[in-house]
């Protein structure tokens, strides 16, 4: 258990609709990262976040966004879905945005249909 | 994005033979990052790397960072049937002031017991 937590762990929804996908970081980590991952991309880096602002961006499409709150958990919010949304979806931790050893959470299976 | 390149794509061995898989770059790195992720869940941590040259042992995993800083090594010895999943590479650019982690596709194992 690496001690990220992520819901939920599957989600089925329709094109055109919005989720929200919610992630909390391991105990004292401040960093907390979005990855999506596909058969043929690999892991993509979307986008970080450290103590509450947005540290780095990625490959994140405009259609989604995020937050980390003060209590520093982070919520990924998906909209307008496309059927190549489809993807498992992995929060990970740090203990700061330079550590470079990240902590992932088991991931969430988003399914558009 | 920039991408690491990681071979072999998939190996399919018996149990008990080694296993090499390897990863390279264009520019230099200066932290390598080997991960495994089991089937259902998210990427583990298994070795880092911070100095050309470097050999280090994780059990029956040894890493090296590659002397020219380009590339990084991964064997597993006297495979088992648990060693099954996909192995990803992970590096750290030298440059940049807000560098990221750059990823490999993974190489995925399969064990034959």
């Known amino acids: 258990d690496s001690g990220v937590t992520q819901t939920p762990k599957h989600l089925i929804t329709a094109t055109g609709q919005r989720v929200t996908l919610r992630c909390s970081p391991r105990?004292?980590?401040?960093?907390v990262y979005w990855y999506q991952q596909s058969l043929d991309q690999g892991l993509q880096f979307l986008i970080q976040?450290?103590?509450?602002?947005?540290?780095a961006k990625g490959n994140i499409l405009e259609r989604f966004s995020a937050q980390q709150f003060p209590d520093l958990h982070s919520e990924l919010n998906l909209s307008s879905l496309e059927l190549g949304d489809s993807a498992l979806y992995f929060c990970a931790s740090s203990v700061d945005p330079t550590n470079e050893k990240l902590f992932f959470g088991s991931g969430t299976q988003l399914s558009v249909l | 994005g920039q991408q690491l390149n990681q071979s072999p794509q998939s190996m399919f061995i018996q149990e008990g033979e080694d296993v090499s898989m390897n990863c390279t770059s264009s520019s230099i790195f200066n932290t390598w990052l080997w991960y495994k992720q089991d089937p259902g869940e998210g990427p583990v941590l298994l070795i880092a790397l911070y100095k050309a040259g470097e050999l280090t042992s994780n059990g029956r995993l040894t890493a090296q960072f590659g002397i020219t800083r380009k590339d990084s090594f991964l064997n597993i010895s006297a495979s088992i049937p648990s060693d099954v999943g996909i192995y990803f590479c992970?590096?750290?650019?030298?440059?940049?002031?807000?560098?990221?982690?750059?990823w490999g596709l993974g190489t995925s194992l399969a064990v034959n017991p």
């Open positions: 105990s004292g980590d401040l960093s």
């Open positions: 992970a590096g750290l650019p030298n440059a940049g002031n807000n560098r990221k982690l750059i």
């Open positions: 976040y450290y103590n509450g602002e947005e540290r």
